[in-house]
Nanobody, 129 residues
């Protein structure tokens, strides 16, 4: 079973940057899609970015396009989320997730949390104005 551990969260001012890391205890070939999600208090969990591990193809939510970048280091069994130009509305708990299905074959879309099989515990990101 894949275990995911996030790190890199913290508090920054608007306009700042953070890089989140998601370390997989066992990087299985069945994890075809790796995603980052976030959830703010009182809001639903939303998909932020995803990467198809076979090709490195990436997808982003409109709200983070041009500011966030997802990447993978297969040798290190790690997925990253580089977050630039952070805004107060980016404040949330950020979660890493792994799915057996390829991102582009998900019935509900890569942004649907129900498509993912494994989840990390989350790391808090707080952006102040």
């Amino acid at each position: 079973q894949v275990q995911l551990v996030e790190s890199g969260g913290g508090s920054v001012q608007a306009g700042g940057s953070l890089r989140l890391s998601c370390a997989a205890s066992r990087y299985t070939l069945r994890a075809n899609c790796m995603g980052w999600f976030r959830q703010a208090p009182g809001k639903e969990r939303e998909g932020v970015a995803a990467i198809y591990t076979r090709s490195g193809s990436t997808s982003y939510a409109d709200s983070v396009k041009g500011r966030f970048a997802i990447a993978q280091d297969i040798a290190e069994n790690t997925v990253y989320l580089q977050m630039n130009s952070l805004k107060p509305e980016d404040t949330a708990m950020y979660y890493c997730a792994a799915a057996r299905a390829p991102c582009f074959q998900m019935y509900g879309g890569w942004w649907s949390s129900r498509e993912y099989n494994y989840w990390g515990q989350g790391t808090q990101v707080t952006v102040s104005s």
